[in-house]
């Protein structure tokens, strides 16, 4: 079946450097993919998305770029922040179903002062 | 902002207790979403619904209904709670212009005994 996965269960950077989160994908249909940011004891909260017809897109400090030829994503975050420890998500449009997101099981970011 | 709503952060039920998990999207969506989340499975979809009193099966919907009688709520129905549906459930919501998010709610953590 179809899967999202993240390279990396857990990931330690230093206050100030930039941090990658690596994503991997298999529906080379997928059309739409999201990065989500959960801290602990809430939802998932929405950081940024990328179209197919995109390779990168850059939001406030962060940026998403997407490589179809060997399906992968990876979430760039510059000059991390202690608020920045999170789990992160990767997404990627399941097919079928309107709105149906096939997830990753997370990478644990945490940023040491 | 969007915001989805949950009404209830934590909840404990008997064994065989019928529960029911209440959500609250105010921005007028019509896709909603209901995922639980385990530690090594990340996040799994029950049930989603496209449109008032539509409901479609997602990739675990065994011990789970829903209903939705009005567009901005969508109910998650555990017909006889087991312990084995310990866990984080997640209310989501998205518009179906283009390709949009998801947007979560802050989840309620369910415990059965």
């Known amino acids: 079946g179809e899967s999202v996965g993240l390279h990396l269960p857990t990931l330690s950077v230093q206050e100030g450097d930039n941090s990658i989160i690596n994503c991997a994908y298999s529906n080379s249909a997928s059309d739409y993919f999201i990065w989500y940011k959960q801290e602990s004891g809430k939802g998932p909260q929405f950081i940024i998305d990328i179209r197919s017809n995109m390779d990168k897109r850059q939001g406030q400090r962060v940026t998403v770029l997407l490589n179809k030829t060997v399906k992968h994503l990876s979430l760039q975050i510059a000059a991390t922040q202690p608020g920045d420890s999170a789990v992160y998500f990767c997404?990627?449009?399941?097919?079928?179903?309107?709105?149906?997101?096939?997830f990753g099981k997370g990478t644990k970011l945490s940023v040491k002062p | 902002d969007v915001k989805v709503t949950q009404s209830s952060r934590y909840l404990v039920k008997r064994t065989g207790e019928k529960v029911f998990l209440e959500c609250v999207q105010d921005?007028?969506?019509?896709?909603m979403f209901w995922y639980r989340q385990d530690p090594g499975l990340g996040l799994r979809l029950i049930y989603f619904?496209?449109?008032?009193?539509?409901?479609e099966k997602g990739d675990i919907p065994e011990g789970y209904s829903v209903s939705r009688e009005k567009k901005e709520r969508f109910s998650l129905i555990l017909e006889s709670a087991s312990t084995n549906q310990t866990s984080m459930y997640l209310c989501?919501?998205?518009?179906?212009?283009?390709?949009?998010?998801?947007?979560f709610g802050n989840g309620t953590r369910l415990t059965v005994t």
């Open positions: 997404a990627g449009e399941g097919g079928g179903s309107q709105g149906n997101l096939i």
């Open positions: 989501a919501s998205s518009g179906i212009q283009g390709f949009s998010p998801l947007h």
């Open positions: 921005m007028d969506h019509e896709n």
């Open positions: 619904s496209y449109d008032v009193k539509m409901k």
